[in-house]
């Protein structure tokens, strides 16, 4: 167990596009307690993603648990190669994040998500997932295609013009980073 | 470090913040946190400056385009500095028809229960007969929604919305 190095903006290889995991083996065991003794170790962190300590592979690890209002969650989840297939709704919320310290700003996601995903031994997962467990999902799978939520960020004056936004984004709110 | 608070307003036209911040850039002054918002067809910012230089070299960067542009500047040294935000843990929305009090009656509920206002942004929209007072505030207070709901509770009969809302900032 060891509590691994998190990168800061502006190191490029946050903006990397990670690989997916192919080999499912006790070293990859070993790194996932690595990355939640991290993510455990810094300021309340509902999340961390492989790229943020350096590693290029498709790994999260999400826990909403432990909010101050509870919220809907599946407890602590180890994805790896997660996959968002679907997409519902968006909301803003705001967001900070272990690599962009000293900074929060408002982000639109989508509200409700599917996705699927595989255990750390290999096996499929599948999940539905809604409100701020969804966010953090997204927040983290962006990670793994290289986008901060710095990337994403909303004028504060946003939540006004929620129907030119939704027009922009109904269809899949979380893209529109990506797309546009 | 020798932070100043530069504010400048005038009629809005594009390449404003271009030509102040060129202006700051070639007299040797960095800029820090800024905020600038449109305002009534109107273009506001108010910008942390330093340049480890006296008010006086300020003016003499400012003053020139500052009247090329029309507008009108005041500068003040201050206290403080960067890497001080304070993260908010309360939203509060306000709606209703316009009448005149309504920020002062809800800022002076929240006040009254600690709140301290981070952000606060109010517009009036809908229509010339019927206008609509519109505000977010965003905020920190050591309390909780049913406490700070309980204290705006009283403007909700006199037809102001007043929703709270906690803020739960996701580190991801």
Redesign the interface.
Do not use: S
């Given at each position: 167990m060891a509590i691994l190095e998190i990168l800061e903006l502006p190191d490029p290889r946050l903006k990397e596009v990670a690989d997916e995991v192919v080999d499912f083996n006790e070293e990859l065991l070993a790194f996932i307690e690595d990355l939640e003794e991290t993510r455990l170790s810094g300021?309340?962190?509902?999340?961390?993603?492989a790229p943020q300590v350096g590693r290029q592979q498709r790994i999260i690890i999400?826990d909403c648990s432990t909010?101050?209002?509870p919220?809907p969650n599946h407890g602590r989840l180890v994805l790896v190669n997660p996959e968002i297939t679907e997409w519902d709704g968006f909301e803003l919320?705001?967001?900070?994040?272990?690599s962009v310290p000293?900074?929060?700003g408002n982000v639109i996601r989508a509200e409700r998500i599917k996705l699927h995903a595989c255990c750390p031994t290999g096996e499929p997962l599948e999940y539905e997932m809604e409100g701020?467990e969804a966010?953090?999902l997204q927040?983290?799978v962006d990670?793994l295609d290289g986008i901060l939520?710095v990337d994403r960020l909303v004028s504060?004056?946003t939540?006004?013009f929620q129907r030119k936004v939704y027009q922009v984004c109904a269809k899949n709110p979380a893209a529109q980073g990506r797309d546009g | 470090m020798n932070w100043q608070m530069l504010t400048l307003v005038g009629k809005d036209r594009p390449g404003i913040v271009a030509q102040v911040t060129e202006a700051l850039y070639q007299g040797g002054w960095t800029l820090g946190e800024t905020s600038m918002?449109r305002l009534g067809g109107n273009f506001t910012i108010m910008m942390m400056v330093n340049g480890g230089q006296s008010e006086q070299a300020l003016n003499l960067v400012i003053a020139p385009v500052a009247d090329r542009l029309g507008l009108r500047f005041h500068q003040d040294p201050m206290q403080g500095g960067l890497?001080q935000?304070c993260?908010?843990n309360f939203q509060v929305r306000v709606n209703g028809a316009d009448r005149a009090g309504i920020v002062a009656e809800v800022t002076g509920k929240l006040a009254e229960s600690g709140f301290n206002i981070l952000?606060l942004?109010s517009?009036v929209?809908g229509s010339l007969e019927k206008p609509v007072y519109?505000m977010?505030i965003q905020g920190y207070a050591e309390t909780t929604v049913e406490t700070l709901e309980a204290s705006l509770g009283r403007l909700e009969s006199e037809q102001i919305d007043v929703h709270v809302s906690?803020?739960?900032?996701?580190?991801?």
């Open positions: 300021p309340a962190a509902v999340g961390i993603a999400i909010t101050r209002k919220v919320g705001r967001e900070g994040c272990l000293d900074y929060t701020y966010r953090a927040h983290e990670h939520f504060r004056r939540d006004l | 918002i890497h935000h993260v908010p952000e942004n517009d929209v519109i977010t906690p803020i739960e900032t996701l580190i991801g």
